[in-house]
Each structure stands twice: as C-alpha cells, then as structure tokens.
C-alpha cells in the first residue's frame, strides 16, 4: 500500500477548499447557543446524526403534525453586503414558524442548513446565534442543522440559509376552523418592517434611489438604512398561543408574506368569502412610504408585494374580537381592525393606504 505523503500531487480536502476543522470549530461555537433552545420533549446535545423530540412529554394527547420550511430569500444579499449577520437568522426561524402558527400549530423545533464557498466559523457563528435567538423567542428547540462547505458554488462571502420547522396541534383545534362566516372581524397585528419578503423589489428601489445602505435612513435618522432594512420579521407564536388558551375565537390566521394582503389572506377563506379590508386602518410604517415614493411604486403593487405594516391577519369571531384584541395587546401585539368577512371573493379594499 502506498503512503498517500508519496502519492502524486498529494491532495487533501483542504487543498480543494473543505475546511474540516472549521466546521468542527462552529459545532463548538453553538453548542451553548443550541442548548439555550431547550424545551420538554427536545433535551439531546446536537452531534448525532439525526434530532429526537418526545411528543409525550411536550403534553400532547391527540397531536397533528405541522412541517414548515423557508428561506430568507435576497435579504441575505443585504446581510452579506452590509456585514450585518446577526438579524437574518431571526428572520428564518420567523418565516418557518408564523407559517406554523396560523393552522393553530405550536412550533416544537427546528433545524437549519447553511452553505457556504468558504465557512467563516465566527460568522456562521452569528448567524446562527440569530436562529438561536429566532427559536427562543417562538419557544422552539433548535435540534440540529447542517452546514455546508462548498466551493465554486458560492462567491467569496456568500452564504445561504434555509430553515425547517415542525409543530403539533391538538386535532379538535387546528385552523382554520370549518366555521368561519360571514361578519367574522378581520384584525391585523403590525410588522416590524419589511420581514423577509419583496427584497429584490428593495435592493433595486435603494439603487435607483443612490441612497447609501450606510448613511442614515430616509425615512428614519436615527439608524442607518441598512439596519433599518435588516430589522427581523417580528415572531407571532407566543402572543397567539396565549390568545389560543385565553378561549375560543380565533377562526383562521393569515401570514403576510409574498402576496402581500392580495394574495395570502384568501388562502385561509372558504369559497365565497372575502375579506373587506379597510385600508385607513392600517398603520403604515414610515419605510413603505419611502419604498413607494423611490420606486414609483403604485399601492396594487405595494399590496401584493410587501405587508405594508400588517404582518399577521386574525380572523375571529365578533362577539370575541374585543377579547382576542386585548390579549394580543396584553402581549405586546400592536392590533389593528381591519374589517369583516363579507360575501364575494378575494380582497375587498376600502380607503388608501397612509404612504
């Protein structure tokens, strides 16, 4: 047998861009990040080869399974170009696990993939910190991931991230509920900002505009219009769950991503239904304004495209609309009533929005 010190050439993995040791060196980095996510049912060190969660000891008696996954899309570009790291990962968590919570499922954990040309331990490092944090905040067990080393697929300093959540949900509650009808009250919970969706709209807006991601926003000086476009997509589970146990009336959710109001809010209706949105009851934050004057943006377009300030639409019944609004306030939640479900199809808009 030959010694592969005299073989030709003498390759190694490293000599073809796959750095082994820093891998290894980002698995000890989060460790203590990933163990911070722990939750009843998910209790292993990650380092196998697959994650373990425990319904049974999760209290579950009658569960459904919901399975949820996403991506941050081209807001990543931003992160990368800026060096701001430590947000997206909030954001990836946050598409998984809204998209869980409104069929009334609660987010039991989550796994990540990240992949790279060339693993920067300490940068993959704050990234995931972000997915850590994401988790914390929906109470969700981050249970193990994958990171991915591969050069010649990405230029140097790119990544990409991609996010897989599960959850459960008792049978008898999941949404939306067979009985949404007609006068049911359409509520809105405010974003954070622009969340995760329309960036490449975004990106080509701030480039017509020559604004600088690193000079202060247009349309809020006290931080620079990278931070201000980087703020993570807001993570409704816990207010949600809490308004799930206070008693019945919550009849569907919708998440507000791509699509807008226009095309996510009749994916939870039944046919025949539509909702009438009035649009001076949405509170607009000051950067869809900014995004609209740059780009020429017409409100239709605005409306499929971004949340224009509405992140989360509730639909309850209206005997318990005043209840349900006062305990996602109670939670920290900024509501908005929006309107009612009327008969028809679609989106009925009435009013402007405030651009």
Known sequence: ??????????????????????????????????KATRRPGADAEIGGFGGLFDLKAAGFKDPLLVAANDGVGTKLKIAIDTKIHDTVGIDLVAMCVNDLIVQGAEPLFFLDYFATGKLDPEEAATV??????????AGAALIGGETAEMPGMYKAGDYDLAGFAVGAVEREQLLPSPDIASGDVVLGLASSGVHSNGYSL?????????????????????????RALMQPTRIYVKPLLAAFRAGPGIKALAHIT??????????????????????????VPPVFGWLARAGGVADHEMLRTF????????????????????VL?????????????????????????AL
């Open 1 to 34: 047998m030959t010694d592969k010190s005299t073989r030709a050439n003498a390759l190694s993995y490293a000599d073809a861009g796959v750095d082994i040791d820093a891998g290894n060196r980002l698995v000890t980095l989060i460790k203590p990040l990933v």
């Open 128 to 137: 995931v910190a972000g997915i850590a944090e994401g988790c914390r905040i």
């Open 202 to 226: 975004v990106r080509r807006i701030v480039e017509l505009s020559g604004a600088a991601f690193d000079a202060p926003a247009p349309f809020d000086a006290s931080q620079s219009l990278a």
């Open 258 to 283: 791509g699509g807008g109001f226009i095309d996510n809010i009749p994916r939870v209706l039944p046919e025949g239904l539509a909702a009438s949105i009035d649009l001076d009851a949405v509170v």
């Open 307 to 326: 949340n224009c300030g509405v992140g989360m639409i509730v639909v309850v019944a209206p005997e318990a609309a005043d209840a349900v609004a006062a």
């Open 329 to 353: 306030a109670s939670e920290g939640e900024q509501v908005m009533r929006l309107g009612s479900l009327v008969p028809g199809e679609g989106v009925i808009f009435n009013g402007s929005l």
